[in-house]
């Protein structure tokens, strides 16, 4: 009996002691390899059989290693990414998380420079001078995709230049009672009402004061000062208009993209990863494209560059862990499927996109390298990582914050006002 | 000596002789007595033990520490993001009290809770009393009404957000019915915390059905036929007859409801992410895990959870000896 007893407590105390805090130690694999888990997410563009091809690939490349992918259960990896690391459980290589916060913690491995020389902005999202997320690609957010049938219903022949010509572009479109703004932002996808104020932060806000946040963080700048209240208002006055359907506060990510193949407004302030989702699915009707345009016309190119992945501080092994996301994130075929599915732009030296890309893929390259021309490229506000960026949860307080902007609840001062309380909250 | 005869169960034999009534001799039989029963209980909790065990070992580990743990970063400034993690006394209580975030939360929270409890017990036992007939199409009936309870709240959640979208099932069949701007049930500020409250009011609704018709299984018959000959009409009967021997029902669906509508966190972050804008739909769970896992202040949030489960157990037990209370008086 007291056999029994002992037995029990042994084995239920091994049971519940399991997972509970300690992440379990290196575990080789069949054949002496090492398992890494890789923390990937799955959007409408970038989906389970994508992600498993490039894994393979990539392992290819990188003997001894095998790789347990997880995915995140919505599209916040960094969200997710945290609470894994709460748990003691932070992936070995994690994809498109921001490294904000876990660098500065120490929980990520630096890139040397000797391992960042393929990449074409090797400090871009720097946190002190070191990178944590491999530069892989840039993104132009937001780049305006637009009906180009409802633009003809309207009359309308040329796409906006500047800022007014936007808003008389608004007015026609409405008058033939046509939805001018496609914005979405329901579900756990706030985030996707952002772009309409990363658009009118960047025309208002970086391209007069590039390192704003960076002043911000010093104290020099407040959210509250002319220029970003500015930006504020032009998205309320939108809303306010009604060029802004305030309906799409309740659609996700994915329904908001719908919305706009079914023609349910005309203009749709996205990122440059919309392009081959619409060259690759088309509606029926051309898709266009301009970048957001500025009060005199000035050209103003936001984009983000990094988006790669990050290796833990503590995998079992971070030199192959290293290794293996190097190879993921320069391996020619993972960028090319990256540049067919999520209209990725490649910031590798020497990598050419496949010849065979469609019209709004090949529109929305030309914003960007005209945007390099004109030396008129910005940081996507929210969109920032490294040094110049957001504290942790903030972007996810703006997101909510313009849905006030955009129902009216709040006013351009007061939605300002909320992001300098928050960014105090956030960083106290 | 007195003797203390050993029966099976541990009773005093009546017929022994009894011992002289003062305090030494009294209190060596209470002493003689707890050390021979509790020499006959150890073996059989032993036993019973060996049952409970993995139970209480998993509670232990998964509620109780986790509990303590809470109570414990509650009084600290934790963030893992920025360590060292310090002491920090009643500072983050201190904070809530002027956290209009947190206020927010906290009234939203109460209003589900409340919206929760009165429509799902008032509509359960609407339920209850059309389906209590013994057909079988009234026992399918039954399963059909529980079954959302026993499906995921996430899984409600994205059906019910597939409904209740502005391009969604609902809006499209008012569209068809001739109203050209239906309700933003999730869009509209104004909106979407009643739509919250009713899709978890709808996700109970089933549990309140069964509980409901157990107890009007359980009411007999003989006194309904009672009241009937008494001249009692079909309302004297459910007020004097029904209602009554429904207390033992009405505690446990309250109790649970008002957990349920304290707890809401999943129909939350799934739906609408507290949004549409700041804090509408933000509950207290919801605010826990935001400022934890976004915002990444593990102190400040454990000091929500502390006040959160105060507040949930302080209104719970209330509620609980309210009804018993009501069901002893009747």
Known sequence: MRRSIVFCLVTTLAVAGCGVGEKPAATPASGGKVELSFLVFETPNLNAAFWDAAIARASAKVPGVTIKKLVTPNVDRTGYAKQLDASGHLPDILQSVNPAGFAEAGKLAAFTDDELTNFIAPKAGAVDGKIYQLPYNTQVIPVVYYNKDAFAKAGITETPKTYKDLLDVSAKLKAKNITPFVVGGGGADTWADMYPLTGTVATDVYAKTPDFLTQRKDGKVKFADADFTKAAQKVADLAKQGYIDPAGLSRSYADTEQAFRDGKGAMYPMGSWFATSADNNKPGFEIGAFPWPSDDGTPVTPTFTGGGTSVSASAPNVDLAKKWALAFDEDKENNDAFVKLDGSIPAIKGYTPPTDMGPVYQATVAIYQQGMKDNSIVNAFSQETGDGSLPPGLADKSALGVQDLITGKKSAGDFASYLDDQWAKATQ | ?330
Request: glycine share 10%; aromatic share 10%; charged share 15%.
């Open chain 2, 1 to 330: 000596m007195t003797e203390i005869q050993h029966g099976t169960r541990g009773e005093v034999d009546p017929a022994a002789p009894r011992q002289s009534p003062s305090h030494g001799g009294s209190r060596q039989r209470g002493a003689a007595i707890r050390r021979r029963a509790s020499a006959r209980i150890w073996p059989k909790l032993g036993r019973f033990g060996l049952f409970a065990l993995p139970g209480l070992v998993a509670y232990v580990v998964f509620v109780l520490i986790p509990i303590g743990m809470t109570g414990y970063y509650s009084f600290t400034n934790r963030n893992p993001f920025n360590p060292p993690t310090k002491w920090v006394g009643l500072r983050n209580y201190g904070d809530l009290l002027g956290d209009q975030e947190f206020r927010q939360a906290l009234v939203n929270t109460v209003i589900i809770a409340v919206i929760v409890t009165v429509f799902a017990n008032v509509g359960g036992l609407l339920i209850a009393m059309l389906l209590d007939r013994p057909t079988k199409l009234y026992v399918a009936l039954r399963g059909i009404f529980f079954t959302p309870v026993v499906l995921s709240a996430v899984v409600i959640s994205v059906i019910w957000q597939a409904v209740l979208t502005d391009d969604g099932l609902l809006n499209s069949l008012l569209r068809g019915l001739g109203v050209d701007h239906p309700p933003g049930w999730l869009s509209d500020p104004d909106l979407a915390l009643y739509s919250i409250a009713w899709i978890i009011t709808w996700q109970m609704l089933g549990f309140c059905v069964v509980v409901y018709l157990a107890g009007l299984q359980g009411v007999p018959r003989e006194l309904q036929e009672a009241a009937s000959i008494d001249g009692a009409g079909r309302l004297a009967r459910f007020r004097n007859v029904t209602w009554p021997m429904l207390a033992p029902a009405l505690t446990i669906n309250t109790v649970m409801l008002l957990i349920t509508g304290f707890k809401a966190y999943d129909q939350i972050q799934v739906i609408t992410n507290g949004g549409p804008g700041t804090g509408t739909t933000s509950t207290m769970a919801f605010q826990v895990v935001q400022t934890a896992f976004n915002g990444n202040h593990i102190g400040y949030s454990s000091a929500m959870a502390a006040v959160m489960l105060v507040l949930v157990a302080t209104v719970s037990v209330i509620v609980l000896r309210l009804l018993q209370r009501r069901e002893v008086t009747q």
